[in-house]
């Protein structure tokens, strides 16, 4: 079971990351760039367990360590 | 025009950060978790540029600014 997790910053809350590489876009010419948010992408090999109990699982581990849900959101694929 | 970048290590590029993350979660008590990958994901506003010129330029941002082409790997959708 393969999950893809994605963290994201949420909508309300500032993001300086992004805000220096647009930054960094606009002084290198890419003047078309009105916005950049930018978050993490994860890719977790999990073992032969279920697909009812890897979300579970999941969920968890995002809640616990992965995002911090004061100020990110996740969501979660899983496949195979 | 929105685009969404993913930026990961390459497969043969050791990754600390992901094996750092799964040493957490073993002792956080998820056994399960065999691998973790993680790279980058941006989202970018795009102003009102038409489809082929928007995929010519986000190219042009990653393999300048955005995706260390020597480490990384990077593959971008467009939407709107």
């Given at each position: 079971m393969k999950a893809t997790v994605y963290v994201t910053i949420k909508e309300n809350v500032l993001?300086?990351?992004?805000t220096a590489v647009q930054g960094a876009l606009h002084s290198m010419g890419f003047a078309e760039v009105e916005?950049?948010?930018?978050?993490?992408y994860l890719e977790l090999e999990l073992g032969d367990i279920d697909r009812s109990e890897a979300e579970k699982r999941i969920k968890e581990m995002c809640e616990k360590l992965l995002a911090n849900t004061v100020v990110e959101?996740?969501?979660f694929e899983l496949e195979g």
């Open positions: 993001d300086p990351q992004g916005k950049v948010r930018i978050g993490k959101d996740y969501r």
